[in-house]
Nanobody, 127 residues
Framework: QAQLVESGGGLVPAGGSLRLSCAAS????????MAWFRQAPGKERVFVAG????????DYGDFVNGRFTISRDNAKNTVFLQMNVLEPEDTATYYC????????????????????WGQGTQVTVSS
């Protein structure tokens, strides 16, 4: 099972950018689809972006509108989320997750399909 550690969160003004990183340990990481979710206080955990194990397929939440890019470096066991044109509505805790199935060609959107989670990193966007 992968162990995941997120970093890169912080406080930025509206219109700014952040790059989140998720460092994974565990021998099967490179064979699993990975995803970023976010959760604001009092709200459900929401799919932000996902990437297949090979990096060839990506998917994004409808609210992303081309502002975010997910990528991965399997040689470094790391997945990234580049976030641009941030809005106050993007304020949330962002979580990295590893799919519970090895070798999936597409990243699923439901939290229940992921069985390894990081501790989260806080992103706050000021207006």
């Amino acid at each position: 099972q992968a162990q995941l550690v997120e970093s890169g969160g912080g406080l930025v003004p509206a219109g700014g950018s952040l790059r989140l990183s998720c460092a994974a340990s565990g021998r099967t990481y490179s064979s699993r689809a990975m995803a970023w979710f976010r959760q604001a206080p009092g709200k459900e955990r929401v799919f932000v972006a996902g990437i297949s194990w090979s990096g060839s397929n990506t998917d994004y939440g409808d609210f992303v509108n081309g502002r975010f890019t997910i990528s991965r470096d399997n040689a470094k066991n790391t997945v990234f989320l580049q976030m641009n044109v941030l809005e106050p509505e993007d304020t949330a805790t962002y979580y990295c997750a590893a799919h519970n199935i090895i070798g999936a060609s597409s990243p699923p959107r439901l939290p229940r399909d992921y069985n390894s989670w990081g501790q989260g990193t806080q992103v706050t966007v000021s207006s």
